[in-house]
C-alpha cells in the first residue's frame, strides 16, 4: 500500500462515504472500532480483506496499515480506543457481530459531544462490556502471497462464477492440485471451497449494496439457484439477502 498516511489518534466521529469511495492505506497509534450504519464496508490490508455489512463492525488495531472502500452510500462511525484499551484481546483486523444494543450505543457515542463527562465515561464502559461480549464473524478474505495461489485467485476475483474445480484452474495456471489444495490451508488457513464461497459472499454483499436484484446476484456469484444463494447467505450473514438494506 503506497503513501501510507499516519494519524497517532484514531478518531471518535461520524464519516459519510459514497458508494466506491476510499480512504486510502493510513494507520493510528489507537485500537478503532468501525461500523458502517449502512451499505457495505470493505477493509483491506496486506493480508486480506475484511467486509462488514450493518449486522457487523470491524476492529483495527493500532498499528495496523489499512485502507477502506464504501460499497453502497456509508456513514462510517469511527470509534478510537488508546491502545492500552483492548478488550478483546484481538491483534489483527478481526470482524464483530453488532447486537441491536451494541450499535445504539456506537452510535450515541460517536454522535455526542467530545466533553469527557461523566455520562459519556458510563455509555463507553457500557459499550466496552458490550464489546467483549461480541462474538467474531469468519467474514474474512484472506490474500495469497505465493504466486501460483495468486493466480487461482486472480481468476475467481475477475469471475466469481466460474465453475472449475481446482484441478481445473490448476491446469489453467501451470499449478497442480495437490499443491494449490495445500496453498489455501497453509497460507489463507482454509480449503478452496472455503475460500471460494468466502469470495462469492464479498462479491454478493458488494452487488447488493449497489441494489442488485438477489436472483442476478445468484447468477453473477456462481450459486446453481437463487434459494442455494439465499441459504448459504442466511447460514453465513444472519439474515436473507432480500432483508439486506433493511436491518439497520
Known sequence: MPEIRHTPKAPTDIRPLAPGEVIGAHRHDDHQIIYAGSGVLAVTTDAGTWFAPGTRAIWVPAGCVHAHRAHGRLE???????????????????????SPLLRELIVAYTRGP?????????????????????????????????????AVC?????DPADPRTLSQLGTATGAAERTLSRLFRR????TFPQWRTQLRLYHALRLLADETPVTTVAHHCGWSS??????????AIGYTPGAHGKTR
Do not use: C, K, W
Open 114 to 150: 467530545r466533553a469527557e463527562t461523566p455520562q459519556r465515561r458510563r455509555l463507553r464502559a457500557v459499550l466496552l462490556d458490550q464489546l467483549r461480549a461480541s462474538p467474531q464473524q469468519p467474514v474474512h478474505l484472506p490474500a495469497p502471497t505465493d504466486p501460483r495461489l495468486a
Open 154 to 158: 486472480d481468476l475467481l476475483h475477475r
Open 76 to 98: 462510517l462511525h469511527l470509534l478510537g480506543l488508546p491502545a492500552d484499551t483492548n478488550p478483546l484481546r484481538l491483534d489483527t483486523p478481526t470482524v464483530l457481530a453488532v
Open 226 to 235: 437463487p434459494s442455494a444463494f439465499i441459504d448459504v447467505f442466511h447460514r
Open 187 to 190: 497460507e489463507l488457513g482454509m
